[in-house]
Structure formats: structure tokens, C-alpha cells
């Protein structure tokens, strides 16, 4: 059993909870959310932004990195911490949803003409979405890559079924995926660096598969354990049903981590209140670049969209209460001038409001953990 | 005669000249490079990053600025430098430049057939290139909307003929400039603000044209004395031959501004030994975006192409003795690869570094000017 994660406080009135993740290159506070950095860099920000806005974990794509640069190259320069040069924790994807949204749902529908993804026992086929070059993907080499990126926490390959297979395929999917874990954490243990590996609950929407996957994946040696599939994150009851299933079943001293939650600042306080540690999202960043600001108000799913008209004369930061340099900074006015004018910074003012959001709700919800008074927190926040 | 300027010292051995130019929002130590923030904005920098920089001021476009947001609109944000939060001195151009770039040269053609550009003794007509929606600037209109943007430095407006125009055309063009040019300083004592007003003197290529122009222009009550056109900048030889002609002709008292020299650096050190003590350009901010970076070799232009393939894998900055944060934080094989992966974050790293070494010429550049040693700096570089 892994003693990488730490405990330090159970909400008494729901399953919240706060604690310390160690990692490699530092300790993470938990409930946290990861900034995605697909290619090595959140997009439009630089290592100084993110330093600036304290983010102390960030998230990268092995399959994007894989065939751009390359681990080689990366590797050659001492991993990704001195590539991009960001000191903190970096986690890494293992590719298994790339080749969902790559193809899998047409290869399963057997309308996959193009044949960008196939799948067999040993591991992936795949196609470059950059020059149509082949890939193949094994679950031991999806673990060689991200050793040698360098990363602090790693995934095991799964493969990521969509909800709308046959239960039939599901089923053999989740299998597959469970045979897969294995053959990660062997390959893991064979390899010199020492990030952590956590492991993906699979099984669509269906309870009977989730809860096999969820003890199966919660039996073997894995550092956490991540709720992986099409809906987490994107469909918020069926994440709900899908936590109430598998979270029993996974030993409570393990983080816990489900992949895509965050198109909501809401979404975040819906998981953290079942006693998850982690979540990532590229919507916050997304959005961003298409002038949505995260705002404290429900009313148009927590969203100011800076393009509207009557920010054009209007002199307020975004969030007078914000401590971000953006709201410090600059008004609506010139926020909605500079993306008319389809100015890239104010992509970037944007994306650093969006992520200083995302990362100032998890530091009040943690403090809001700690006083045991969470669910008020999060009820105030959907006032 | 203005006291706005402060000739600080005189290189004994060329023309070249150090100085302050005093401005309501705050004195300039020239020479001076001026980068370019047409949108109110230096595209993918925030006004951190300038002041970061240590820029001394900026440009914004008159022409760009009208369109969109409109002077109106500035102005009850209580002008430029409160709408984008920037506290140092801003100039703005007058929107000749823009007329011309618009359609001036069909105009003169006669295949003008869209009609962009009418002009008149009045003012010129002309359709925006965001909407077609037809305007008028006339010499006073171009003087209002600068004292309601709130720059610090202003221009007159005039007219800038293509080299490829005819000599009577050229000159009927530059005297219409003289009268417009007395109706910019009569409009320009009319009204409240105080900034300064810069003369432009016009004349294409031709060396009566240019020496008449210097003459009616210097005879002016203007603060400050730019000299324009089509080949200022983008053809050094011209722009030397002009300087030669015009030079001899301003009192020596009064700030000297060439306008759109900063093509190559080695410009910059090309004006200032005739004695020049303002320019801007928008090539060092435009060349970053398309990953040209600048550096001190005479080899390629002074710049470094970040996409060629030698840069993958290479740990050095792009100038290991460059002080600004790109070079202090990044790899060119990291911003090789920002550059493939099509990452914004590369635009604005290389929009830092290439404006901080011109401002960092433009610094060393005064220090050589202040011990006599100009020539042998601007040789140095030359090597």
C-alpha cells in the first residue's frame, strides 16, 4: 500500500475531505484542480504565469507529446520539468482518451473506414491526427513514455468506452483495460524512475461493470485510483450515479481522481463533496479563449461572456472581489475591446482569470473542509 | 519654441544625440524605440510585460482606435492610458499612414475604382477595413480624436504619397500637407489637453520637394519634427539620402522622429548616428509572431528563425547573454517546439525577448552616445 497521500482532514457532514498528495517534485493540497498543458504549455500562459497564479500541479498529454516532440527529445533534455522549465508536479495521461476522441466510437459502430483506431489485445493502433502517421500503443509502452517524460504521476492505458457501446463491448472493454493495468504496473515496477502510477475505473454507465471495474482496480498497487470514461465530467448525473457506485469500493486512503471534471466551477464542489481529491479540465482554459469568464453567479452557468454589448462601456474589473492580475488590472471595457479586436492577450488575460477561479474556489472549498462546513460552502456557491 | 525637449549630450564624432523628451505622463530618454500597440494593445503583451520591459512609451493608432472602440468611447474612460491601464507616454499617429495604406496609391493610379480613399482640400474620405463604413478625417477632426484618446504625443495629419506617384503629384500633396499642417496647430491650440504636436514633413523621394518640406515644416510651431513617407524605414538608402537633405534644415533644438524605422536593428543604429532621436516599427513585434527572433549577428538579418530544424533539440537560449525573461527562463528547443505545436505562448516569449533587445540596443546605444564612443558601438554591432 502506497503512503504517498496524507489525510488531513474528513468534512464531518459530507464525504470531503482535504489532504497532501507527495509527489517527486513536491506536495500537492488536495481537493485540487489541475491546469491542463496538452503540448507542454497551458495554453497562452507561460511557467511565470503559472508560478503567479499558484498552481501547484499541471497536467500533460503523452499522446500529443509522444508525437510532438517526443519523449526521446524530452527525455534528452531531462524530462519535462527542465523542458518547459516548471518545477512543480506534472501529471500525465496515458493516451487512452486521445484514442477515444481520435476514433474509437466509429471503430465500435464498425463505421471506422479510415481505420484510425484499432484495437487489439496487445494494445492501440492509431494514426497521428498531425501527419496520418501509425502509432501503436502498448500498455507497457504507454508507461515507457511517460517515464520518459519525466512526469510525477502517471496513468495506466485504458481504454475509454463510449456510452454508447453495447454493454457487450463495454464489458470486454473494461476487461481488456483491467488485463491492461496489470500489465502497467508490471512494466512500472521493471523501470528505474519512481512517479506515481494510478489506475482507471472504467465500465460506461453501467452499475454492475463500475462496480467489478472499481474492485478490481482498487485491488491491485496502484499510488491513486481515477474514475475514467465519456461521461465524467460532461454529464454531471451520470458522474453523480457513476461516484455513488464505485466510491465505496475504493480504499479511502487512496486519492482519488476523476479525468475531465471542471466544464463547471460547480462540477467541482459536486465531486469534492463525495470525497474526490483530484480533477483537471481543459474548459476553464477553453473558454477562456473565447472571452467566458468564470464568475460567481449561477445565472448563465457561472460565465460572463465578455463579448456581450453592454461591457463595452463598462468600467468594473470582472470580479470586483478577484485577486487575479487581470481583475487588478484591467476593465470589462478594455477586456471586451481587446477580444473584439481579436487581440491574443486577451486570451491570456482571460485564461489566467479562469485559472486563478478554478484554483481560489478549491483553496476556500479546502478551508471550508477543514472548519467541517463545506456543504454551506457549497451551497452559498449555488446561491 | 517648445522647451520640451532636453539635448543631454552630443557625440563628438557623428550626429548622433542623447536627450529627454518631457511629456505629461512623463519623461523619455532618447533615442528612443517606440513599440507599436495599434489596438491599444502591443499584440499578445499585457502592460505588465511592458513594464517589465522598462518601454518608456508606446504607439497606438489614431485610425484603428476611431473604428474601434472610438475616440468617444476612450474618453469617457478617461482616455488611453486609463482604458488600457498603461502610465507611461503613449503617441499616436494621426491615420495619415493608414489612408495611404488603405487605397491612396489607386487613387493616384486612377484604378481607385472602389473609391476606399477620396481626397480633398478638406480632409479624406475613407472606408473602414472592418465594416466598409465611410469616414472623414480632415486635419482638424484628426487633431480632435488624438486630444480625446489622451496621448501624450500627438501628429499632425498629413498626406503620405507613394514613392511611385508622379513629382507633380508629390508635390501638390506636400503642400497640401503645409496647409493641413497649419490647421492641425491652429485646431490644436483650440482645445483643452496639451500634448505635444509633432510636425511631418512630407516630399517622397525628391530632393526640392524634401528640402522645402523641412523648411515650411521647422518654420512651424511644432514640439517635435517627424519625417514621413512611403520609403522611411523599408528603404534605407532613401531614408538616408532624405535624412541628408532634411537633417541640415531642423533646428537642432527640436525632437527628430523617423517614422517605421526598425526593420532590421542595424536601422535603428543608422538613424541615430544622423542624429534621429524617435522611430517605431512594427517588424520587431510582428517577426516574433512569426518566430524570428532578433540577435546580435549580421548573419540572416540580425534574426533567428526558431522554426529551423537545428533549434529541436538545442539547450541554449536564443542569446545566452540577453537579460529578459525569455531568454532567462527558456530553451530554443522549447520555443522550437511552442513554434511547430502552434502555441500562442511562443508568440508572446518571442514578442518579449525581441522587444527588449531593441530597447536594450536603443540603452547601450545612449551610454556609447554619452562617452563618444557611437561610431564604434555602431560598428561593433555591424560585425
Same mark, same amino acid.
Given at each position: 500500500? *502506497? ?9 464531518? !457532514?459530507?464525504?470531503? =475531505? ?21 503540448? +507542454? ?10 508560478? !503567479? ?13 509522444? @508525437? ?5 527529445? %524530452? ?17 500525465? /495521461? *496515458? ?16 463505421? !471506422? ?8 489485445? /496487445?494494445?492501440?493502433?492509431? =494514426?497521428?491526427? @498531425? ?26 492505458? /485504458? ?16 476487461? &481488456? ?5 496489470? =500489465?502497467? @504496473? ?14 482507471? %475505473? ?26 475514467? #470514461?465519456? *461521461?465524467? #465530467?460532461?454529464?454531471? *448525473? ?17 486519492? &482519488? ?12 464542489? +459536486? ?31 457561472? &460565465? ?10 463598462? /468600467? ?49 472549498? &479546502?478551508? +471550508? ?15
Amino acid at each position: 500500500m *502506497s503512503n504517498t497521500f496524507t489525510i488531513t482532514h474528513e468534512d464531518k !457532514n459530507t464525504g470531503a =475531505r482535504t489532504g497532501i498528495l507527495h509527489t517527486p517534485h513536491g506536495d500537492i493540497q488536495t481537493p485540487v484542480f489541475m491546469p491542463v498543458g496538452t503540448q +507542454a504549455v497551458v495554453k497562452t500562459l507561460d511557467q511565470t504565469d503559472l508560478k !503567479n497564479l499558484g498552481a501547484e500541479i499541471i497536467l500533460a498529454n503523452t499522446y500529443h507529446l509522444h @508525437l510532438r516532440p517526443g519523449e526521446n527529445l %524530452i527525455a534528452s533534455k531531462g524530462g519535462l520539468h527542465k523542458f518547459m522549465n516548471w518545477p512543480g508536479p506534472i501529471l500525465t /495521461d *496515458s493516451g487512452g482518451f486521445q484514442v477515444f476522441s481520435l476514433g474509437l466510437q466509429k471503430e465500435i459502430k464498425g463505421d !471506422n473506414k479510415e481505420k484510425l483506431v484499432k484495437i487489439t489485445e /496487445d494494445g492501440v493502433e492509431f =494514426r497521428s491526427h @498531425l501527419d496520418g502517421s501509425k502509432h501503436f500503443f502498448t500498455p507497457e509502452e504507454a508507461i515507457n513514455i511517460q517515464h520518459k517524460l519525466g512526469a510525477d504521476i502517471i496513468m495506466a492505458f /485504458d481504454e475509454c468506452t463510449p456510452d454508447s457501446a453495447p454493454k457487450k463491448y463495454a464489458e470486454e472493454a473494461m476487461e &481488456r483495460t483491467h488485463r491492461w493495468a496489470k =500489465r502497467c @504496473l508490471q512494466q512500472h515496477k521493471k523501470l528505474k524512475t519512481k512517479p506515481l502510477l494510478f489506475g482507471i %475505473i472504467q465500465g460506461g454507465n453501467h452499475q454492475t461493470l463500475r462496480e467489478q471495474s472499481a474492485r478490481v482496480i482498487a485491488g491491485m498497487n496502484f499510488d491513486g485510483i481515477a474514475i475514467g #470514461g465519456e *461521461s465524467i #465530467g460532461y454529464n454531471m *448525473s451520470a458522474t453523480d450515479k457513476i461516484l455513488d457506485w464505485v466510491l465505496p469500493l475504493i480504499p479511502t486512503e487512496k486519492a &482519488r481522481y476523476t479525468m475531465g471534471v471542471g466544464l463547471s466551477p460547480a462540477d467541482l464542489l +459536486a465531486v469534492v463533496e463525495k470525497g474526490v481529491d483530484m480533477f483537471d479540465c481543459v474548459a476553464p482554459t477553453r473558454l477562456a479563449r473565447h472571452g467566458m469568464f468564470l464568475i460567481n453567479n449561477t445565472k448563465n452557468k457561472y &460565465r460572463l461572456n465578455i463579448g456581450n454589448k453592454q461591457y463595452q462601456t463598462d /468600467d468594473a474589473p470582472i470580479d470586483k472581489n478577484c485577486a487575479c492580475s487581470t481583475c487588478q488590472n484591467y476593465s470589462r471595457a478594455y477586456l471586451h475591446h481587446l477580444f473584439q479586436a481579436n487581440e491574443m492577450t486577451g486570451m491570456r488575460l482571460a485564461t489566467i482569470h479562469n485559472l486563478h477561479f478554478m484554483l481560489n474556489l478549491m483553496k476556500q472549498a &479546502r478551508k +471550508a473542509i477543514m472548519k467541517d462546513k463545506f456543504r454551506e460552502f457549497k451551497n452559498k456557491f449555488a446561491e
